[in-house]
Nanobody
Framework: DVQLQASGGGSVQPGGTLRLSCTAS????????VAWFRRAPGKEREGVSC???????YVGDSVKGRFTISSDIAKNTMYLQMNSLKPEDTAIYYC?????????????????WGQGTQVTVSS
């Protein structure tokens, strides 16, 4: 049974940090591209960052220099380190795993999705 279990969301003040985790079961995370997406209230889903199986990464302009995507293959877990958080980062964050090893910011490319974890940035 294939599952993605996301965790690590919460409420922080502007300038704070959070690390999201997403643990996969039923398949090996290292064989596929992975990504984080988010959906803010009243907005379209947005690609935050993605990582190909070869380690190459893409980071969206709105989070560049603040967010970092990574994977721990031994733990079959992917992460999103979020630093210098801003109120506009408030959203539900979703992890996703692609149909292949190559990453893209196109959500249609991803076959497995985690359940979402809420991130709220507010003073």
């Amino acid at each position: 049974d294939v599952q993605l279990q996301a965790s690590g969301g919460g409420s922080v003040q502007p300038g704070g940090t959070l690390r999201l985790s997403c643990t996969a079961s039923g398949f090996s995370l290292g064989d596929y591209a992975v990504a984080w997406f988010r959906r803010a209230p009243g907005k379209e889903r947005e690609g935050v960052s993605c990582r190909s199986a070869d380690g190459s990464t893409y980071v969206g302009d709105s989070v560049k220099g603040r967010f970092t995507i990574s994977s721990d293959i031994a733990k079959n877990t992917m992460y999103l380190q979020m630093n210098s958080l801003k109120p506009e980062d408030t959203a539900i964050y979703y992890c996703a795993v692609a149909r292949s090893s190559a990453a893209t910011s196109n959500a249609e490319w991803y076959r497995y999705w985690g359940q979402g974890t809420q991130v709220t940035v507010s003073s």
